[in-house]
T-cell receptor, first 111, second 114 residues
Framework: KQEVTQIPAALSVPEGENLVLNCSFTDSAIYNLQWFRQDPGKGLTSLLLIQSSQREQTSGRLNASLDKSSGRSTLYIAASQPGDSATYLCAVKTSYDKVIFGPGTSLSVIP | DAGITQSPRHKVTETGTPVTLRCHQTENHRYMYWYRQDPGHGLRLIHYSYGVKDTDKGEVSDGYSVSRSKTEDFLLTLESATSSQTSVYFC?????????????FGPGTRLTVL
């Protein structure tokens, strides 16, 4: 059974720092991995989608990597800003109809 | 932002009453999903649809039914609401299957069952 974990559960950093969020999954047979951010009381906003054949994706200050063989993905955020404060979730698509979400990392960027 | 709306955004109801949540999209995407989000459980798939009148069960489908009579609308019904169904419900859409299946989420509906 696929399980998705995220470490750390919470992270607090000063503004301007580069940071890495981690996502691990137990079964490497995935279709894709998607990173989302969720602001309090809001829906999920898609950040990056990495297909199983890809190694990384970049969007602005965000870079996500995928290592299927080790069951890991990282989300790198460069030059963090207070507006980056949110919960970040990763999700793996394991079959036609199954997407398994991690519990999320709560990020706080201190001005 | 993908054009996804959910209604109502907040609802309080009593145990045993029927409740219907609506998801409406303007993107003409084929696939639609209903999730619930609970502390300690994260997001879990309830039901999904892969076309008009084509639906299937997800991980936590007991006590829920869905219908999709038009591409743009996906309804989630709680036939007889229970307190365990107190949750935040999210609708999501995507236009592809397989590895290119990027999902976009609606703003959520907060449901409280007393």
């Amino acid at each position: 059974k696929q399980e998705v974990t995220q470490i750390p559960a919470a992270l607090s950093v000063p503004e301007g720092e580069n940071l890495v969020l981690n996502c691990s999954f137990t079964d490497s047979a995935i279709y894709n991995l998607q990173w989302f951010r969720q602001d309090p009381g809001k829906g999920l906003t898609s950040l990056l989608l990495i297909q199983s054949s890809q190694r990384e994706q970049t969007s602005g200050r965000l870079n996500a990597s995928l290592d299927k063989s080790s069951g890991r993905s990282t989300l790198y955020i460069a030059a963090s800003q207070p507006g980056d404060s949110a919960t970040y979730l990763c999700a793996v698509k394991t079959s036609y109809d199954k997407v398994i979400f991690g519990p999320g990392t709560s990020l706080s960027v201190i001005p | 932002d993908a054009g996804i709306t959910q209604s109502p955004r907040h609802k309080v109801t009593e145990t045993g009453t029927p409740v219907t949540l609506r998801c409406h999209q303007t993107e003409n995407h084929r696939y639609m999903y209903w999730y619930r989000q609970d502390p300690g459980h994260g997001l879990r798939l309830i039901h999904y649809s892969y076309g008009v009148k084509d639906t299937d069960k997800g991980e936590v489908s007991d006590g829920y039914s869905v219908s999709r009579s038009k591409t743009e609308d996906f309804l989630l019904t709680l036939e007889s609401a229970t307190s365990s169904q107190t949750s935040v419900y999210f609708c999501a859409i995507s236009d592809r299957a397989g590895g290119d299946n990027e999902q976009f989420f609606g703003p959520g509906t907060r449901l409280t069952v007393l």
